[in-house]
């Protein structure tokens, strides 16, 4: 049996999320998400590099502490990272940013969401997309977004029971390195 403990943490009035099991009642086993610092982002780093390595895609990984830095905890922060901690330990975080869409208006785009191997089966992914979703709420979005790569199935299916659409008839498009360059300079107007 698992029950879902809900408080506020009265040092940091951010809302902690604990699943406590009835065998055990100890304050280890909770769950906390609160809102990254910079001081968290060789973390972060770590952890964007395990998630790749996950979806296979670690070579791809070029991000370096400082462009986290200066990208989400500068003077105008392009995005937004929550993590995750089980008993204090970092189990996971999220990454987001806002996104416009010109025939529903603002929505947040869920870029990463990612639970640690040994973290996860613990509601983790389920709480930091949750507090995306609050988030997303307080600032008037009306969706959040997201992709998944279509060999995740788990995924697929954790996400269709939180009652998300998937957008079959959409495709994800990127244009990036020297494609990007080229197209750039043949826009003189």
Known sequence: MVLIAEAIDTTTTQHTHGVVSSSDWGLHDMLSVHTASI??????????????????????????????????FGPQPRFRTLIAKWSRAAAGYAICFPIYST?????LFLEDVYVRPQFRDKRIGKALIGEVAAMALREGCGALRWEVLAWNQPAIDFYRRLGATFLDDWKAVRIEG????RLAEQSHV
């Open 103 to 107: 025939f529903q208006g603002p929505a």
């Open 178 to 181: 020297e494609a990007l360059r």
């Open 39 to 72: 001081e968290e982002v060789p973390l972060l780093l770590e952890m964007i590099r395990e998630f790749a390595t996950f979806e296979k895609l670690r070579e791809e990984v070029t991000i370096t502490e400082a462009v986290l830095a200066h990208d989400g």
